[in-house]
């Protein structure tokens, strides 16, 4: 019965969504303030319905209620609790319903967070994003019900949850994931608006920005939670493998990036208005088709769902109405948008161009990379593979490149910027980067390669500019404190994303090219050596968890002799499913991991192992942190939530410099 | 006519949707090659060991080349097959050793046997690319000309061996300028 009431009130909230894509946009096309006004009211109902909806079936994986269908799929009576929970979303329609209750939550927020907006422009917000959330509850319902029943006899008990899915990682990076994916609907949704509206000015580009920033801040922690959860989990070790599901999160991601830098030209200078509109509908489009591929059994991957052709269709219905009908729209409505201001061949707003070109050329050429076996499968019927070297080979230099505009963007200036000016800023910062770029890794690590050559020298180049462009900022004022409590908080953001930026390289560099690895048969007593490390295999023993049973080895790990760490491996098989899973152990450290990897236990009771040594590999993940934290601080900068006023002042002082006052357009804030 | 260029986007969308639409009824599970019935393609790399390697050195009589990794779980499943085949003289194995770290390949060889007359060494991938491998493991069969009749994606134990790969190379030995069958 319980469950009925979850499908009930997923009819429900399809009728309050419907209501919500019709009533706003209507009014807002008519001067009705009564329909109009309907908006917000209908986002928080459509928000209770779909929390129902979610609790219900919550409710039934807790109490195993295996007549439910998803419930029998996903999860065992011998489940730890927690991963019962979480078993919700190991499945297509859980997961679904888990992101159109995010998509709800980020409506209601909307809804929220506009009072200062006109009343208009949030309606017909709210109405874009309420068709958004009626095709994917009609989604639900048609195609991927999660309260379908197994009639007439439920099974006894259910098939349990895929292995590598019973982990913390798992419970962490798809509702992350899928949150920020959701976000991006907002930012599509004030597009639309604007476009709706016609009118398409730095208000409009103001009001997106902390949205843009915080969808990016949440999809940024998000790839870099499934990146760890890949790193530990999947038993390589490898952080990236360019795999075709998680390309589409990096699409978006980069289309995101290009576009919250595009939006920060648009607010200050009113430029690259229609650029920064369709940026927001392709980012957009990023998130859609991710679903679309993870869903539809598009390509082979470790993540697919279910394939089913009638699925993919429906998701590809919703991708054309909606990209499409917003590309359509854009086609109508860009041509009569009018670019403001004009500025010279070196000013920031190229720098920043620069990053726009650089970071959608990256996004279109993951993307070929990603589909162009379908392509060419669908075009002559024959299938071939494009693997990492693709990747690397044209996005290695792309970012190469855009590393080196960063430097230099945030220190120019809007509009002109001198040769000489930039050369007295950086010319130093240079000098000290192809330096420091040879030295350190020779220091730290006691060896040489040319990429990692490369890479350090490029995060210095980050960070001295940051540096540079600081004491720059701070010249002027009567004592350095005073001056950087004068900068805002989209100023540290963009700076805090930027020394983000330069940790990832740091990290991804130097665990790609010294890491050191080795695979090896270990009787009890046997040690290997790798690097300065001695791993000896000291014993191991059966044990049993709560749903599965597990050989365990013990690795001591030492270093000249002393105790560095005790690791201790599984081999584990899972009791509902009889497949048998592999958990590495690994000691983290901020300078480098260890890792053991089990492989298998061969008749006489030695163990074959791969261990590793990954230096400087957490720091890829403490950059997307840092990244993400940044855009966070940047989307709390204060002139956002004193719209009016500062709409008003950006309007009066345009293009003026530094901020001399908190509620001034800073150039470069939150970029 | 730059009011065109706003339709742009539009256009590359529905020419990509449409793509989509067709991929979704394509089964990627159903493998192809582009390469049946045509020659190796070239090159030039080096062994596992660092000899030097190219299409001169490969096998005047039919061989068989397997892609492997050391990641590679299945590969450890059709690997005793490829020991028997080796240890008994019944067909010559060329190894490609795709998409690994050398160290790890070396030592994998070590722990489970070497069939191989030798491993080319694609840590990269790119011999891969012309090959049109989709991933670990697949195994190729190459007549004595150096023309690829079949491809086997998965994994190759005894069973498909009698009863794909034997009538094959029966095929081929008894007519040899007969294509052979997919």
Known sequence: MIPELGQFSLILAFCLSILLGVMPLAGAASG????????????????????????????????????????AAQSNTLLPMQYKVTALWGGHEGSFLLWTFMLSGWILAVGMFSKSMPVEFVARVLG????????????????????????????????????????????????????????????????????????????????SRPWANVAWAILTIGIALGSWWAYYELGWGGWWAWDPVENPPLI?????????????????????????????????????????????????SVHAFASDPSRGVFILAILGVFVGGALLLYAIRAPLIKSEFGFGSLSREIFLLANNVILVVAAASVFLGTLFPMFYQALTGDLISIGPPYFNIIFVPLMILLVIFLGIGPISRWKKTSGTYLQQQLGKVAAASVLLGVALPLIVLLDISIPATIAVALAVWIVLGIGRDLLAKTANKPSRLQGLRSLTYGYYGMQGAHFGVAVMLVGVALTSYFSSERSILLQTGDTVELGKYEFQFAGSERLAGPNYNANRATVLVTRDGDAVADLYPELRVYLASGTPSTEMAIDPSLWRDLLVIPGEIRDNGAWTMTVYVKPFVRWIWLGAIIMALSATIAATDRR?????????????????????????PVPGGGA | MKKFIFYAPIAAFFALAILLWRGLYLDPTELPSVLIDKPMPTFAMATLEGEPVGNADLPD????????????????????????????????????????????????????????????????????????????PETFLVDSEGVIRYRHVGVLEENVWREVFLPAIAELRGVPAAPASR
Request: charged residues 15%.
């Open chain 1, 32 to 71: 009705n303030r009564l329909w109009m006004s309907m908006g917000r009211p209908l986002s928080a109902g459509l928000f209770v319905f779909l929390g129902i909806c979610l609790f219900i079936l919550g409710h039934a994986f807790v109490t195993d209620d295996f007549s439910v269908r998803v419930v």
């Open chain 1, 128 to 207: 874009v994003l309420g068709l958004l959330s009626a095709s994917y509850i009609l989604f639900m319902l048609a195609t991927s019900n999660p309260f379908d029943r197994m009639v007439p006899v439920p099974p006894a008990d259910g098939a349990d949850l895929n292995s590598a899915l019973q982990d913390i990682g798992f419970i962490m990076h798809p509702p992350t994931l899928y949150m920020g994916y959701v976000g991006y609907s907002v930012v599509f949704a004030f597009a639309i608006a604007a476009l709706l509206s016609g009118r398409l000015d730095a208000a409009w580009a103001r009001w």
């Open chain 2, 61 to 136: 009589s039919i061989f068989l080349l397997n892609v492997w990794g050391s990641y590679c779980l299945p590969c450890l499943v059709e690997h005793p097959t490829f020991m028997r085949l080796s240890e008994e003289g019944e067909i010559p194995v060329v190894g490609v050793n795709y998409r690994d770290r050398k160290p790890l390949a070396l030592d994998w060889l070590d722990l489970n046997g070497d069939p191989f007359a030798y491993s080319i060494l694609d840590e990269d991938g790119r011999f891969g690319i012309d090959l049109g491998v989709y991933g670990a």
């Open chain 1, 252 to 300: 978006t991601w980069l289309f995101g990036t290009a576009l919250i830098h595009s939006l920060a030209v648009t607010e200050k200078r009113r430029v690259f208005k229609s650029w920064t509109v369709l940026l927001a509908i392709l980012a957009f489009a990023g998130s859609l088709l991710g679903t679309f591929i993870t869903r539809s059994g598009l390509l082979t």
């Open chain 1, 640 to 664: 956002y939530r004193k719209l009016a006023r500062v709409r008003k002042q950006a309007e009066d002082k345009a293009g003026e410099e530094v901020g001399q006052g908190d509620l001034q």
